[in-house]
């Protein structure tokens, strides 16, 4: 099935029957990733008055809940409510939901026992190409990001100056495979999250940050239409799921 989007004075053709999916869900079948020092997440049946809710049992539907922190086990995408005092609703300030997407890879550098991806990289990898969005794919990119304990890993981040040339470059939507865009211990500074949503200047309320993706090895880098889908919360971050389509050339 065959989709042409008007985009500015251009027209994008895609797929629309074969989505990319990058996203990471929580699956109560395997590990879960997990980061920022607390429990994994739980899907179990509601009870009532004695009852487990659930069909196996003798009732008529499953009904289960479900308790998770879209920030330590799910993909999940946030807006600066994440860091601001006044707590601002990602579902009220993403308001757009299909980005013309710059895939890239980076193996980050590395300063003693940090690990880092630089502005000089993302140049490299951008280059003059306008784009809307970002995903980058860090090496290794292996299939353990789905499932990954990142407490007390000191995992790779974005330098200030990478979320600044982001920011300066008009990328308004950033996605990584890493639980943040930030230094795990970094004393509450948040250089990257400040530099990208510019929180000492005019703060880009309709900017997103998308963390705990994963991009397949088969996901070449490159130029694609991505579907930013977010669940409706009213928070600073919800889960979501981005799904790439491939640019009919």
């Avoid at 860091?83 to 013309?100: D, G």
């Avoid at 890993?153 to 470059?169: G, I």
């Avoid at 971050?237 to 981005?242: I, L, N, Q, V």
Wanted: with cysteine; proline share 5%.
């Amino acid at each position: 099935m065959i989709a042409t989007i008007q985009y500015n004075s251009r027209k994008i053709q895609i797929d629309v029957s074969k989505p990319l999916d990058i996203s990471i869900a929580i699956d109560m079948s395997k590990k879960n990733i997990n980061a920022w020092y607390i429990d994994d997440p739980k899907i179990f049946p509601e009870s009532f008055d004695g009852e487990t809710i659930k069909v196996s049992e003798g009732a008529v539907v499953n009904f289960n809940n479900i308790h998770f922190n879209p920030h330590s086990h799910i993909t999940h995408t946030e807006c600066v409510g994440h860091i601001t005092k006044e707590v601002h609703s990602v579902n009220k300030n993403l308001k757009h939901y299909f980005f013309v997407a710059e895939v890239v890879t980076v193996a980050p550098e590395n300063d003693g026992d940090d690990f880092y991806v630089s502005a000089k990289q993302l140049k490299t990898a951008l280059r003059n190409k306008k784009r809307d969005a970002i995903v980058i794919r860090t090496l290794p990119n292996l299939l353990e990001k789905k499932s990954k304990r990142y407490s007390n890993t000191n995992p790779p981040f974005l330098l200030e100056e990478a979320a600044e040339y982001l920011k300066e470059k008009g990328i308004k939507h950033l996605l990584i495979d890493l639980p943040s865009v930030d230094k795990e211990r970094d004393e509450g500074k948040l250089l990257a999250h400040n530099a990208f949503w510019n929180t000492s200047g005019e703060i880009r309320m309709d900017a997103t940050i998308t963390e705990f993706i994963y991009v397949p090895n088969s996901i070449t880098d490159g130029e694609y239409l991505l579907n930013l889908m977010i669940a409706p919360f009213e928070n600073d971050a919800t889960p979501s799921k981005p799904v790439l389509y491939k640019i009919i050339q």
